[in-house]
């Protein structure tokens, strides 16, 4: 899970210098469903829990089964989908997902780190300086 999120993360991080490209895909604003221009903890927990299924649920239904989240069998992503699972019916949905990464170190990390006026949320401005700051110049 800590990579699936890390994958996240850097497809947020990634929105961000798109604004700065002439990329089509405006991943920022599809992070934004509401559109005030800053995400909430909950809108990039949200937005890496969607990344996460599209990339986990493949076959689309809506759940990641412990076959589709830890095809290894590692003791770590079976621990993680355990806690992740909280009504323990052997699968993550998406609102589970959602609420494991609003908890996640690495949604509470990036929300720290990226938030520079310590505001609460992640603005198009602080979610583009963090990305340079972490990868530099993207091109
Ligand atoms: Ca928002
Ligand atoms: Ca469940
Ligand atoms: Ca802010």
């Known amino acids: 899970m800590k ?3 890390s ?7 990634t929105s961000a210098c798109s604004t700065m490209t002439t990329q089509p895909r405006d991943r920022f604003a599809e992070a934004d469903p509401d559109h005030d221009g800053t995400l909430t903890q909950k ?17 689309h239904d809506g759940k990641v089964t412990m076959e589709e989240w830890n095809p290894s069998n590692n003791a770590h992503d079976k621990k993680v989908f355990l ?6 019916d052997g699968s993550v949905d998406l609102k589970e997902a959602i609420a494991y990464a609003e908890k996640s170190g690495q949604v509470k990390k990036f929300m720290k780190e ?3 006026d310590h505001d609460g949320t992640v603005s198009r401005a602080e ?3 963090y990305y340079g700051s972490k990868e530099g110049d993207p091109r």
Do not use: C, P, Q, W
């Open 3 to 5: 990579r699936i999120l």
């Open 43 to 59: 809108e990039v927990a949200t937005y890496l829990a969607s990344t996460m299924f599209d990339h986990i649920d493949r076959n």
């Open 127 to 129: 979610a583009a300086a």
């Open 7 to 13: 994958l996240g993360i850097l497809v947020v991080l």
């Open 83 to 88: 806690t992740a699972d909280t009504d323990h």
């Open 114 to 116: 990226a938030d520079k």
